[in-house]
Every structure is written in C-alpha cells, then in structure tokens.
C-alpha cells in the first residue's frame, strides 16, 4: 500500500473510494454526500464508528475530534473496514484544524498500523486489493502546508509505522524460532540492510565482561545468551543515546514456574528488546541527528538442573552483589548489566531502557499504559510529552526516599526483589537505578512497557498481539529533543 500526495480537491480525484471522518458528529461538512443514508443506518458518527456504504463507495468514520490520535484510530478504523474489499484505491482530505501537516502524519500511521495483520503462521492468507491512497491537498492557507513538508511527513510516517510493524513481527514470532541466538541473527540482517554497526556478544564474552547477572539467568536454558549492540552514527551528531531493550525470548519464570496460564504470552517478553531495534532502524532511516546504541540482553529463562536458584548470590558487572529471592524477577538481572555495559562502552548522554518488567505496573496503570520512572523529573516530563504528541500512553510512578529500603539485602548488596508486595513496578526501577552510576542518574529513564506491548484484545490501531509499544514515543521524544523547534507539536 502506497500513499500519494495530490495537489487537488477530495471531489476532483478518481478513487475507487472515499474515506471521510465526521468529527464531533459534523454532518454538515462539505465532504458529508450521503445525510439519508446514514439516518438510515442511525449512524451517530460516535468515536470509532464505521458506515460503509458500496455503493456510494463511500466509508464514514466517526472520530471525537482533530486531535492526531484520534484521527490515527479513524484512519486505522477505516482502513481496517476496506482493506479485504475489491478496492484498489481510496481517497482522504486533510482537515486544517490543528495542524494539516501533523494530520496527514497520523492518517497515514494510523492506515499503516491498521492495516496490520500477523498472519505468518495461517495456512490461509487474505490479500488485499488495496494499492494507492491518495491524500488531498486542498488550497489551505497554513504556511507550513508545502507540498514538500507534506511528502517528507509521508515519508516519515510510513518510516515509524513500519518499524512499528517490524516490531510487531518480531514479537508475535514464537519462542521455537526466536531464541536468543536468531535473535541476534536477525539483529544483524537488520544492521546489514541498514549500514549500521553490529556487534554480537557470546557467553564467553559475557563471562569476560564479568556480566554474572545477565548469563546467571541464561544458563538453563539449551540457547545461549547473546548480548547485541547495534550503532548509527551520523557525521555532527548532536547527542549520544543509549537504548537498551530487555530480550527474554522466553520466560517460564525459572525455578520460581510461572502458572501454566501465565506463560502464554511469555513470547513477548522480548517487547523491550524488538523495540529498541525498532527505534534504531527508523532512527537510521529517518537520518536523525544523534548517535544511537540499541543494546539488547537476549536469554531464556528457563528450568534445569544448572538453573539459578533463589538464595543464590550474584555478581552484576558493577561488582554490586544480588540476593536472588525469586528467579522470575529475572529480566532487571539482565537489565543490570546491560545497562552497566551501556554506560562504560558508550558513555551517552542519555539513557533509556524499554522492558516489559512487571506485572505490578499493569495493576497499577492498566493494559495500555506504559510506566515512565527515574530521577531527572523534566526529562520524565518530555519523555511522557512525547508519549502524548506519538499517541501511545504513558504516565509516570514516582520514587520515593523508603522504597529503596525494601530491596534491601542482609547478605548482598541488593535482593532482587522488594520485601513487599506493594509498589512493584517502582521496586523494580530502583533496583536498575542501583545499576547506573551517579553521575548518569539525572540521564536515566525506565520505561516499563509491560502493559502495552501486547494485548489479547483489539484496541485502537493495534490488533490483537504485539503494539509494538515504545517505537513511536522514543522517535518522537528523539525529533523534539533534537529536531524540531520548540513550537512543534
């Protein structure tokens, strides 16, 4: 599916088709044809509802209001409505409220995310016919509305909402063919496809890094642990990130066994990982100008006689001890040391970690939240800006002075879980926190992904499965930190 920016009005383009949103119930747009048919229908134009209507070969789309996730969701509602249908073409206008270029940007994310499906694994594969949007540019008066602007947006969507997909495909893969080895695989066909710099750590080489935390949680597993470490640097960079993803292609829980029920889905505990790849192949592409390090800890958890037990003492890069009470707090294990290895071999000047960590942030913010924590309260604040302006969720847990006492070990420098049920999800963050060094705090935020990274339920532009949650907030958070000016929405 391919997108064309003509320079007409909506009712001078030849389409098999006509997408129109009706906003805040407005059946008196000029771009609203068919009034008595949708009476008919009782159609009310209410927030993701859809009126297809063939032979008009009109579909309408109800959308809240202008707000660039809101038009995401119609896009992504229209799209889904026709893209198994005998079309080949369709034709959207661009509403000027708010931002005209911003709103082409989310209509063509929102058509690309929708159209998703993952269906690798049915014998029985739906092809659409569905080859050309065309999006109209009318003669608006906003200066910004260039047909050049407007193409480069295109462009740009069509970049982040692939990697998105690309993300997506690469968690729904199940355990049997995505181990921490074809991960790395994968990593670097990636690198390869995209001129970026690739290095592949093994279990030797994690032993010399002294990473005891990260291969502790590997060694029951038959696949070994891989450590990737994937560069893009542009010539003038204006700054250096560090993004490091949680990978457990598969988590049982270890010998601390996840319920049966609880390791369905275990699949896409890689989300972290799958992200942070992502980012880094749209970051490239877009030829953003900051220096970027995607570095994933990829392992399975699992159950062996050689498992790591609690009660176990491990020694993390830094050479802090850990007291293991509970081997299905596994992946902060691997984080600690991914984000030790972050900090000596790239020295950035920031540093965000994207995992699907605990269930307790879930509790707290719901299915599709995504919990934001660290130390450098204005930068939590961009980063949660930026989450808004991408359209995915997010809201911050606070730290406090008392919860650090509840990690507290009478044998280790660090149990790996708190002394309390309660406040897990922040538990867990400050454990990482005592894995960055001090001078980097204020450069730190954790994203725990646990909630939206995958869903058993439809929601939004996202299917059933992987969102590919955290792709669209950090490119997002990258273009206004170190793109846009401060007026960019």
């Keep these: 599916m391919k997108f064309e920016l003509i320079e007409k009005k909506v009712s001078d383009i030849d389409a098999d088709l006509e997408i129109v949103f009706i906003i805040e119930k407005n059946f008196e747009h000029k771009w609203v044809k068919d009034k008595y048919e949708l009476k008919l229908l009782n159609f009310k134009a209410e927030p993701e509802e859809v009126a297809f209507l063939p032979h008009q070969r009109r579909v309408y789309v109800g959308a809240k209001n202008l707000?660039?996730?809101?038009?995401?969701?119609?896009?992504?509602k229209a799209?889904?409505?026709?893209?198994?249908?005998?079309?080949?073409?369709?034709?959207?206008?661009?509403?000027?409220?708010?931002?005209?270029?911003?709103n082409i940007k989310a209509v063509v994310e929102g058509m690309v995310l929708g159209v998703y499906e993952f269906d690798k694994y049915k014998s029985k594969k739906q092809k659409s016919d569905l080859e050309t949007i065309y999006i109209a540019k009318e003669?608006?008066?906003?200066?910004?509305?260039t047909t050049k602007n407007a193409k480069k947006s295109i462009k740009e969507a069509v970049i982040v909402a692939e990697a998105t997909n690309f993300v997506r495909d690469i968690i729904n893969t199940p355990p049997n063919e995505i181990n921490p080895v074809t991960l790395a695989k994968l990593a670097e066909k990636m690198a390869n496809e995209e001129d970026l710099e690739c290095k592949i750590l093994d279990e030797k080489e994690l032993e010399k890094e002294g990473m005891g935390a990260f291969l502790a949680?590997?060694?029951?597993?038959?696949?070994?642990?891989?450590?990737?470490?994937?560069?893009?640097?542009?010539?003038?960079?204006?700054?250096?990130?560090?993004?490091?993803?949680?990978?457990?292609?598969?988590?049982?829980?270890?010998?601390?066994?996840?319920?049966?029920?609880?390791?369905?889905?275990?699949?896409?505990?890689k989300s972290g990982a799958c992200a942070v790849l992502g980012i880094i192949k749209a970051a490239k592409k877009m030829e953003l100008p900051v220096e970027i390090h995607a570095i994933v800890g990829a392992a399975?958890?699992?159950?062996?006689?050689?498992?790591?037990?609690?009660?176990?003492?491990?020694?993390?890069?830094?050479?802090?001890?850990?007291?293991?009470?509970?081997?299905?707090?596994?992946g902060r294990l691997v984080l600690a040391d991914c984000l030790c290895y972050a900090q000596e071999k790239v020295e950035p000047d920031y540093i965000l970690d994207f995992a699907t960590l605990t269930g307790a942030c879930v509790v707290a913010l719901g299915e599709y939240t995504t919990g934001v924590m660290g130390h450098n309260n204005e930068l939590k604040k961009r980063i949660l800006e930026a989450a808004k302006a991408s359209g995915e969720l997010a809201a911050e847990l606070p730290f406090n002075r008392y919860l650090p006492k509840l990690l507290e070990s009478k044998i280790a420098d660090i149990s790996n879980i708190?002394?309390?049920?309660?406040?897990?999800?922040?538990?867990?963050?400050?454990?990482?926190?005592e894995f960055i060094e001090e001078k980097n705090k204020d450069k730190w935020?954790?994203?725990?992904?646990?909630?939206?990274?995958?869903?058993?339920?439809?929601?939004?532009?996202?299917?059933?499965?992987?969102?590919?949650?955290?792709?669209?907030?950090?490119?997002?958070?990258?273009q206004k930190e170190f793109v846009f000016d401060k007026k960019h929405p």
């Excluded at 003669?139 to 509305?145: G, L, M, P, Q, T």
Aim: proline letters at 5%; hydrophobic letters at 35%.
């Design 79 to 102: 799209i889904k409505t026709i893209k198994n249908k005998k079309f080949k073409s369709a034709k959207i206008g661009v509403y000027i409220q708010n931002c005209p270029i911003t």
């Design 300 to 330: 399975e958890n699992m159950v062996s006689g050689n498992a790591y037990k609690p009660d176990d003492v491990l020694k993390a890069k830094n050479s802090k001890t850990i007291e293991v009470k509970n081997t299905d707090a596994e």
């Design 67 to 76: 707000e660039h996730d809101e038009i995401r969701i119609a896009a992504a």
């Design 139 to 145: 003669d608006y008066s906003d200066k910004n509305f």
């Design 445 to 478: 935020v954790h994203l725990d992904i646990a909630g939206p990274a995958f869903v058993q339920k439809e929601w939004g532009y996202n299917p059933y499965g992987a969102s590919g949650a955290g792709v669209r907030l950090a490119i997002k958070w990258l």
């Design 217 to 269: 949680v590997a060694k029951a597993s038959t696949n070994p642990p891989r450590l990737i470490h994937l560069s893009y640097k542009p010539e003038n960079a204006k700054a250096k990130i560090a993004l490091v993803g949680k990978g457990l292609t598969y988590d049982s829980g270890g010998l601390s066994l996840k319920p049966s029920d609880y390791m369905v889905t275990m699949k896409a505990d």
């Design 418 to 433: 708190s002394s309390s049920r309660y406040g897990g999800a922040i538990t867990a963050a400050l454990f990482l926190s």
